[in-house]
């Protein structure tokens, strides 16, 4: 079964600062790709996703992710966060073709910005 | 409103009591998930349902137990809480499986077994 490695646990950043965080993914074959946004005290909400085409996905919220396929990569960045940024980020996997219900999630990233 | 509910938002159980969270979506669905939060696991599946009346395991399904007799509600029973199943529950719901749309979360359920 696929597994998602996210790197960092907790990251702080000043307000204006630029944001990356990584998310690697062990499965040999064709996966589609998510990133997903946990504001405090709320639910998990869908960012950004990749099924197929330019590796380069632009979400909302001014966040983008690469897919790099030879490092088995999706990272979100963000050239400027804002305080508002401050959430829990989860990467998730799933197999790419036919039933796959089974969505792997990372272990997430918290983003603390400071004002 | 419509979206998808859980209910009760926090709980606390004695362990060897069963208890059952609650999962309601108003979008008809077909895709219903229950995922457990843990800190360092992130989510965690425990079972889906592609349908009513068809459920099947995720990754961590044992000492769970689903039904779901109508699309709209997804309970999830927990036949008798171990501490270990302490967590944060989410239930989800997609109009496919997750890995072809966006996935519908609720708030999340906080159960803590004591």
């Known amino acids: 079964a696929q597994s998602v490695s996210q790197h960092n646990h907790h990251v702080i950043l000043s307000e204006a600062a630029s944001l990356e965080l990584g998310c690697n993914y062990s499965y040999g074959g064709t996966v589609n790709l998510f990133w997903y946004v946990q504001y405090p005290g709320q639910h998990l909400q869908l960012l950004l996703k990749?099924?197929?085409?330019?590796?380069l996905v632009k979400g909302i919220k001014g966040f983008e992710a690469e897919f790099i396929k030879s490092k088995f990569s999706f990272n979100l960045r963000k050239p400027s966060v804002q305080w508002s940024d401050t959430a829990e980020y989860f990467c998730a996997v799933t197999p790419g073709l036919g039933f796959n219900n089974d969505m792997r999630f990372g272990a997430g990233t918290r983003l603390t910005v400071k004002p | 409103d419509a979206g998808i509910t859980q209910s009760p938002r926090y709980k606390i159980t004695e362990t060897g009591r069963q208890v059952t969270l609650m999962c309601h979506q108003t979008?008809?669905?077909?895709?219903m998930f229950w995922y457990r939060q843990d800190l360092g696991h992130g989510l965690r599946l425990i079972y889906y349902s592609a349908a009513a009346d068809i459920t099947d395991k995720g990754e961590v399904p044992d000492g769970y137990v689903v039904s779901r007799s109508k699309t709209e509600n997804f309970p999830l029973t927990l036949e008798s809480a171990t501490r270990s199943q302490t967590s944060v529950y989410f239930c989800?719901?997609?109009?496919?499986?997750?890995?072809?749309?966006?996935?519908?979360f609720g708030q999340g359920t906080r159960l803590t077994v004591v």
């Open positions: 979008w008809s669905h077909s895709y």
């Open positions: 989800a719901s997609s109009t496919a499986g997750p890995g072809y749309t966006e996935a519908f």
């Open positions: 990749y099924f197929s085409g330019d590796p």
